[in-house]
């Protein structure tokens, strides 16, 4: 992907990236994390665990910086994260950060991202 088309997509709103993920994972069913000895996870404004996760690798890597600065991206089979680890988000209360930017990320429940995942695999 070059420069002009990465930045034009990482610019877009929280909602519409969230979009992109939603389609790309299904195009490709790979989605990507940032890794370092465990899964990097964050917070909301509440303190309340987030899972980050990106449509590709080289967003995911845009993102590898401050407490994330040692991580590598990491790839997910989509299907399997559908089936194993999405509903157990969902069942701890764990909530998703969907294509975060540096500056800000679509924050999903797992049941929604998990819904709207099927609706765009089964297009």
């Known amino acids: 992907m070059d420069l002009k088309a990465f930045n034009a997509i990482v610019g877009r709103s929280a909602a519409l990236r969230y979009d992109y993920f939603v389609k790309k994972a299904a195009d490709t069913e790979i989605i ?4 370092d000895e465990g899964w990097a996870m964050t ?19 845009h993102c590898a910086r401050g407490d994330w600065s040692g991580c590598s991206g990491r790839p997910l089979d989509l299907l399997a994260f559908m089936d194993k680890i999405l509903p157990r988000l969902a069942q701890d209360g764990v909530r998703v950060s969907v294509f975060d930017n540096n500056i800000d990320a679509e924050i999903a429940e797992a049941d929604k991202l998990l819904a709207d995942l099927r609706r765009a695999l089964e297009k």
């Open 32 to 35: 990507w994390g940032l890794y």
């Open 43 to 61: 917070t909301d404004r509440d303190g309340s665990p987030v899972l980050p996760l990106w449509p590709k690798s080289e967003f995911a890597l």
